[in-house]
């Protein structure tokens, strides 16, 4: 999906339409996956225009929040740390929690500008670093995952150090525009007055 500031990768990594998303990856090893193809980890404020489109949607779809479009509002199910730490048991453990769909499996999860699954599915790591040089929290979780979460495009979760991983974490990638100019986009906003059936999250 492309920009006149940046790109972003339409899929969560691998960007590859019928496999998995990929979990389980810190903050640090997700900027390395997408500076190996010569990417990088998008911004939060990139992330979150991608999101809400030129009209600063609270969802991709619209306004009123639905389950339909998107893979989110799936019953929680309750995780066993001892399991998701030890490495001979994370695997069949992650297998059990697991409840993303393959990549592209919801063709209506879209936003005005053409990227896929931003709201639920998986986590995904942005760089706030990026955004502010100065926070004392550069690692940055946007647009929740298949669970019972708000799935907002303005949802942001700064609780988490950058090398925090779990089972339904995962990222996609950004990259400049070919001709290399990189200007700040827009901070993302939302009109609430043209909100009448829903509720802000």
């Known amino acids: ?9 339409r899929h969560e990594w691998p960007n590859r339409v019928g496999e998995l998303p ?28 991608a999101c809400e489109g030129p009209k600063r949607l609270p969802y991709p779809w619209g306004f009123v929040r639905t389950p339909s479009p998107c893979n989110i509002d799936r019953a929680a199910i309750e995780f066993d740390i001892d399991a998701m730490v030890d490495e001979a048991t994370r695997e069949g453990e992650i297998a059990r929690l697991w ?21 639920g599915n998986v986590d995904e790591w942005t760089d ?13 979780l946007n647009g929740g ?3 019972p979460v708000r799935n907002t495009c303005r949802l942001t979760t700064g609780g988490h150090g950058p090398t925090f991983k779990f089972y339904q974490v995962g990222f996609r990638c950004c990259a400049d525009t070919v001709d290399g100019v990189v200007t700040p986009p827009p901070r ?7 909100e009448k059936d829903g509720v802000y999250d």
């Not at 999906?1 to 990768?9: S, T, V």
């Not at 640090?28 to 979150?48: D, F, N």
């Not at 706030?128 to 940055?140: F, I, K, M, Q």
């Open 22 to 49: 990929r979990v389980y990856v810190d903050w640090y090893e997700a900027k390395s996956l997408c500076a190996s193809i010569g990417r990088r980890l998008c911004r939060r404020s990139e992330w979150m225009l």
């Open 188 to 194: 993302p906003f939302i009109e609430r007055d043209r």
């Open 1 to 9: 999906m492309d920009h006149r500031r940046f790109c972003i990768d």
């Open 128 to 140: 706030n670093l990026a955004d502010d040089p100065g926070t004392s929290r550069p690692a940055t």
């Open 99 to 119: 409840q993303a769909d393959p990549i592209g499996s919801h063709p209506n999860c879209i936003s005005a500008y053409g990227a896929y699954d931003l709201s």
């Open 145 to 147: 995952y298949w669970g």
